[in-house]
């Protein structure tokens, strides 16, 4: 993979592309699939469900595969770009052992796939403080998946590390997220005295970060952090 730092670096070449979009029922995900389809750049995109959501097979510039993401179909379809937004909690998932295999697995497997199908720009949601030597399991496991998918051989790569997300879970049907909620109200009326790397962050400014930093393709590893995303 280039080196992000080198002086050599150039962007990759542009023209009509096709995406691919794992994760797409959560905040991150549905922004990034509202953005892939309103965007002249992409002209098609395939999106890895597990379960068929109503309306999206009417969108031709949309095809919805149902999939086990334990078991990926071989091959993916082919496309140029990878977003994956993937993930769960500790809590939902019901154990470390099966937050991992969403978290690291499925997110690594999805990335794999995609590459071995011809992908050559990638981008993943992360999280603050993902670090594979972290002590917290959560950052733990993230950091394992960003060593991880800096392996498999993409031109591209981006990596959004959002602190805590702000956005409509009740609209998406998920769970609304006790955490999220309070510490969003009681920072509400500091926010401004709040260092932008740590303030809770919109979900669509993600999505944004990431559809922005893909189609500008700088070769390496780059990393986008609350405070390069917060708008």
Known sequence: MADSKSPARTALLEGPRTALLAGATGLIGAALLARLRERA????????LRRAVPGLEADARITPHVVDFAQLPDPLPAVDDVFIALGT??????SQAAFRRVDFDHVVDTARAARAAGARRLAVVSA???????????????GEMQAAIAQLGYESIVIA???LLIGDRAALGQPT???EVWITRLLNPV???VPRGVRPIRASDVAESLLAATLAATPGVRMLSSGDMQR
């Open 41 to 48: 750049h992409y002209r098609h995109t395939h999106v890895l």
């Open 89 to 94: 909690t500790i809590k939902v998932a019901g």
């Open 128 to 142: 603050l403080g993902a670090d594979p030597n972290s002590s917290v399991f959560y950052n733990r496991v993230k």
């Open 161 to 163: 590390q959002p602190s």
């Open 177 to 179: 997220r006790a955490g």
């Open 191 to 193: 926010m401004a005295l």
